[in-house]
């Protein structure tokens, strides 16, 4: 049997992403030069999964772990990512398909948040820096739940005195409403790292919305501290997801969600259909197109 990592991205418009996308696949390759790798997204960049995939099995593949390279698990790990595979399964019956975890809370992360938190800001000034960790946001309270507890891991243990969380689309708090509660809390000086592994669309609207809300108070620094990028840790994460999915051992959290449980507040989506996105460039897949989230999906 020949055997292939199928890493999965969103995609995105913005080239420089693009090309970070695969340097990251660079860093895999690197780690495990045995290991056949391989990159495809979602949407808006090519080459689609569908494409990726019918190369890979023309070329011998008969076994494939897919990890979808996104950084919480929301829509596109939990409903759109499976929906691709499912279709693919149709198309290559004789091909065993796995599919991993998304990188999620992992300690290679946290470390990698802290190495980005230390280029900003220099050690005499840490122990007066607030932090603020700025994800995508989704409609998924588990999802934006865990960037919270990522938040949470970032301060215990190191001498960031504050460290707040914030998303820039589809959930609260927004980037301001994260950086008031900075000035609310005392904070004279604030690091604001978007916890995001490329650069893109919304990357460049979390430092738009940043240096507006600086301009707005002058007596208080912020400090832009770097996204995650393809940096080995993340490499390292992703493989460690593949090797979980490969043993079987792949844990997936669904104590607290939407779909299956009854949250306070989410109590009507328990046991609704997952509304996929629609994918144009990949054949196959269907779902409705929300404008909305195409368009702050466009990273």
């Known amino acids: 049997m020949s055997h292939q990592l199928m890493i999965v ?3 995105t418009v913005d080239e420089a992403g693009q090309a970070e996308s695969f340097r990251l696949l660079e860093e895999v390759r690197a780690l495990r ?8 997204f979602l949407e808006l960049c090519p080459p689609p999964i569908s494409e990726s995939v019918a190369a890979s099995v023309a070329d011998g593949v008969d076994r494939m772990t897919v990890v979808p390279l996104v950084l919480l698990g929301a829509g596109h790990a939990k409903g759109d990512v499976p929906a691709s595979i ?5 198309r290559h019956p004789s091909v065993r398909f796995t599919y ?17 938190l230390c280029e900003a800001v220099p050690a005499e000034h840490r122990e007066e820096t607030a932090v603020v960790l700025i994800g995508r946001g989704t409609s998924d309270p588990d999802a934006n739940a865990d960037l919270f507890k990522i938040a949470r891991m970032v301060w215990e243990g190191r001498p960031w005195p504050l460290v707040e969380t914030g998303f820039v689309s589809l959930a609260h708090p927004s980037v301001p409403e994260a950086l008031d509660r900075c000035r609310a809390l005392g904070a004279k000086r604030i690091a604001l790292l978007p916890y995001f592994l490329f650069t893109g ?4 609207r979390i430092r738009a919305q940043t240096r507006e809300w600086a ?3 002058p007596g208080i620094e912020v400090v832009d501290a770097p996204y995650l990028g393809p940096d080995r840790a993340v490499a390292e994460a992703l ?6 999915a490969e043993a079987g051992r792949t844990s997936v959290n669904c104590d607290t969600c939407q779909y299956r449980v009854a949250l306070p507040g989410f109590e009507h989506r328990v ?7 629609f994918h144009p460039d990949d054949p196959g897949t269907h779902g409705n197109h929300h404008e909305h989230h195409h368009a702050e999906a466009a990273q």
């Open 100 to 116: 991993g975890a998304p990188l999620g809370v992992r300690p290679e992360l946290l470390e990698l948040v802290d190495r980005r």
């Open 271 to 277: 046991g609704t259909p997952q509304t996929l996105h």
């Open 33 to 40: 030069p045995d290991l056949r790798a391989d990159l495809s």
């Open 239 to 244: 493989l460690a997801r593949a090797d979980e």
């Open 201 to 204: 669309v919304l990357e460049r």
């Open 86 to 90: 499912a279709a693919e399964r149709e």
């Open 9 to 11: 991205a969103h995609g």
């Open 215 to 217: 301009a707005e108070h």
